[in-house]
């Protein structure tokens, strides 16, 4: 499967974004989709997770209550939607699937998007 991560930009704090995960070849449906995120001189860190089924969802304590993941089968697109946005959720978001089941460690994703920047002024 290929992913093709869009929707980062610039945003004042408080401010909101949708990103999007656009997927091609097999069916979301086969995948577990995470969002993870990367800030400049630090590791790769897990941000949200949808089911296969979508009908569990996992956040990050830093995110959650802010963001919400989503997929749309039909489309074979997965969102992340980023509510009260703060300077500290500054990073490149990365879309990620993986065969297995829910886990925060993206050495478990088979799968990455090239990655989009989200940038939180203060």
């Known amino acids: 499967v290929q992913l093709q991560a869009s929707g980062g930009g610039l945003v004042q704090a408080g401010g909101s974004l949708r990103l999007s995960c656009a997927t091609s070849?097999?069916?979301?449906?086969?995948?577990?989709m995470g969002w993870f995120r990367q800030a400049p001189g630090k590791e790769r860190e897990f941000v949200a997770y949808s089911s296969r089924s979508a009908g569990r969802t996992y956040y990050a304590d830093y995110v959650k209550g802010r963001f919400t993941i989503s997929r749309d089968g039909g489309k074979n697109t997965v969102y992340l939607q980023m509510n009260s946005l703060k300077p500290e959720d500054t990073a490149v978001y990365y879309c990620a699937a993986t065969s297995g089941n829910y886990n925060t460690r993206s050495t478990n994703y088979d799968y990455w998007g090239q990655g989009t920047q989200v940038t939180v002024s203060s």
């Open positions: 070849g097999r069916s979301i449906s086969n995948y577990g």
